[in-house]
């Protein structure tokens, strides 16, 4: 009898152990899943604030900017870059040699108004040695201009209009590489990319008088509409506007509007006018 009581509790002792092994082995799952929700939540909420800092600097989604650009290969600078397909994040080019920057959406405002994003819109591929046209032509360090091996650069003037001024005016910073994260930090600036024998003088963009000349900075004419009180007029741009009595209108013959607004499209305009009625 000794015995066998004896083998009854060894019996149950190994039961009683291997169900409090199974109920081990079946919290391990779910709380391995609510560590990973937790842990995941964690990522999402660094990112969030972390992307909501970047976009709180300037340019602003209210920010309209622009800066010069040109590609500069040995020594002659190739025709500018055409824009390309639908802008969702709002900087983009006209075909003009300027970076037109009016961010949509904190992805590409503040310090994530990038060159990448300009690059990426218009299908130039940028690396750490060099970057691919559009049309699949590649220059990366160590290319051949007439005998000598070149290295690719990118020249920044942070003013264009000292550069308008004086075109030996020496760039403020000169990239060798980490292209895409170069910033858009204020208005009018002027960018060079390169591709020259080292020591090479890196002219500033062919396009930097087309600054003075946009059309889409918007400036302001008022005009004297005596008598067409409560009519329909049309003003300039064919845009139309009716005035009542002492009422100021402003009215944009043409605007940039975001992905998914009314009439999205990207397209430039002479000036706004403010059109006022006398009564």
Not at 208 to 221: A, C, G, I, P
Request: charge should be negative.
């Amino acid at each position: 009898m000794g015995k066998a009581s004896s083998a009854k509790k060894v019996a149950r002792a190994a039961r009683a152990g291997g169900s409090t092994k199974q109920r081990k082995r079946n919290l391990a799952f779910p709380l391995g899943i609510v560590a990973i929700i937790i842990v995941g939540a964690l990522v999402i909420f660094v990112a969030r604030g972390s992307n909501e800092t970047a976009s709180a600097a300037s340019p602003t989604t209210n920010d309209h900017w622009h800066a010069a650009f040109g590609i500069y290969v040995c020594d002659t600078f190739l025709p500018a870059v055409a824009d390309g397909p639908t802008d969702t994040k709002g900087i983009h080019t006209h075909g003009d040699g300027i970076i037109h920057i009016h961010p949509f959406s904190g992805g590409s405002a503040g310090n994530n108004a990038k060159m990448k994003v300009f690059a990426d819109q218009v299908g130039l591929g940028l690396s750490s040695s060099g970057f691919t046209m559009p049309d699949g032509t590649e220059y990366k360090n160590g290319y051949d201009c007439n005998g000598t091996p070149a290295v690719v650069t990118v020249s920044q003037w942070n003013n264009a209009d000292e550069l308008i001024k004086d075109p030996n005016t020496p760039p403020d910073v000169v990239y060798t590489k980490d292209f895409g994260s170069i910033h858009f930090a204020n208005d009018r600036m002027a960018f060079t990319l390169a591709v020259a024998p080292e020591g090479t003088t890196i002219p500033g963009p062919p396009s930097l008088t087309t600054l003075n000349s946009l059309t889409d900075v918007t400036t302001t004419t008022s005009l004297d509409l005596s008598g067409l009180t409560g009519s329909s007029t049309t003003v300039a741009g064919g845009a139309s506007t009716t005035l009542a009595p002492g009422v100021s209108t402003t009215v944009i013959p043409d605007t940039t509007v975001a992905p998914g607004g009314t009439g999205s499209t990207s397209s430039t305009t002479a000036s706004s006018t403010t059109a006022t009625s006398v009564p």
